[in-house]
């Protein structure tokens, strides 16, 4: 295959390394983006180029595209957005700054960058702009309002996207995996911290009992129907490679499983289903 060129947003640890250390195995030329600084020079030890951008930061965004067509004459053959975080709590708890906050990192900067990325894929008359979704993306689980929020509108523009770049040589893939390992969960602290008062919260007791022990506890082993973020990569391969890619990509046990008990459950079967935990 000729060098073909990708840029992936999140590439710190979990799915975004594990695709951007895959990809260029494959002979993928990859620019491995991270919102930190010090992750962009520990990527940059290990021989990736690595720009750095923040959805949070329409600049990083804007310079960190320009650090990539600087390096490749113009053009881009990938984007493959992927970065995001979660802030756990419930609805009632979630201030709505705290969701203005998340969708800035996991919605509007993920427009922002693709909005700038068409234009060069327009010119060329060819890409392929893949998103990170979730199973969280069409179905929702209790004390991830914020994080499931911000994946069903990804999925509706992502959607959108797709039909109307029919018309153009540019491809709109969605993937949408269920739990794979990463650090989210623990990133998500910091997040959880500083948004959800959950002391002063009538569900206090199901904090304490639930939630807190999920995201402070060390996991001893991986969650049931767990698979590491290589299995992402295996499933970005087809959607970057392969002539006709699918809309959408699942990964994971249950992102299966809930796709089908969607279509034939009930809501208020599915909705007791899924409260089980």
């Known amino acids: 295959m000729a060098e073909k060129t990708i840029l992936i947003t999140g590439c710190s640890s979990g799915i975004g390394y594990a695709c951007a250390e895959g990809l260029r195995d494959r002979g993928w030329r990859v620019f491995a983006s991270c919102r930190l600084a010090e992750d962009c ?3 940059r030890d290990m021989g990736f180029n690595a720009p750095r ?4 930061d329409p600049a990083s965004i804007s310079s960190g595209l320009a650090t990539v067509l600087s390096e490749t004459g113009g053009t881009i053959d990938a984007l493959f957005n992927n970065g995001a975080h979660g802030t756990p709590g419930a609805v009632e708890d979630l201030p709505t700054d705290a969701l203005r906050a998340i969708f800035e990192a996991n919605f509007f900067g993920w427009h922002d ?4 990325v068409i234009p060069i894929m327009r010119k060329q008359g060819q890409g392929r702009i893949i998103q990170c979704s979730s199973v969280l993306g069409f179905v929702t689980m209790p004390w991830r309002g914020a994080y499931s929020s ?3 509108a990804l999925e509706g523009l992502t959607d959108t996207m797709r039909i109307e770049m029919r018309d153009t ?17 623990k990133n998500s602290i910091p997040h959880f911290e500083r948004w959800i008062d959950w002391r002063a919260s009538p569900r206090q007791p ?9 995201l402070y506890e060390t996991k001893e082993k991986p969650d049931r129907f767990e698979l590491p973020p290589q299995a992402v990569l295996e499933k970005l391969i087809h959607a970057l490679e392969s002539p006709k890619p699918r809309p959408r990509y699942f990964v994971t046990t249950p992102t299966y499983i809930m796709s089908a008990l969607r279509r034939l459950l009930p809501t208020r079967a599915l909705d007791a289903i899924i409260a089980l935990g």
């Not at 951008?53 to 949070?56: G, K, L, R």
């Not at 040589?169 to 969960?185: C, F």
């Not at 199901?206 to 999920?214: I, V």
């Open 113 to 116: 960058l693709t909005r700038q």
């Open 150 to 152: 911000t994946k069903f």
């Open 53 to 56: 951008i923040d959805y949070t």
């Open 41 to 43: 020079e520990r990527l």
């Open 206 to 214: 199901q904090y304490e009992a639930k939630l807190l022990k999920r």
């Open 169 to 185: 040589g540019i491809h709109i893939v969605l993937i949408e995996p269920g739990p794979v390992t990463s650090k989210i969960r």
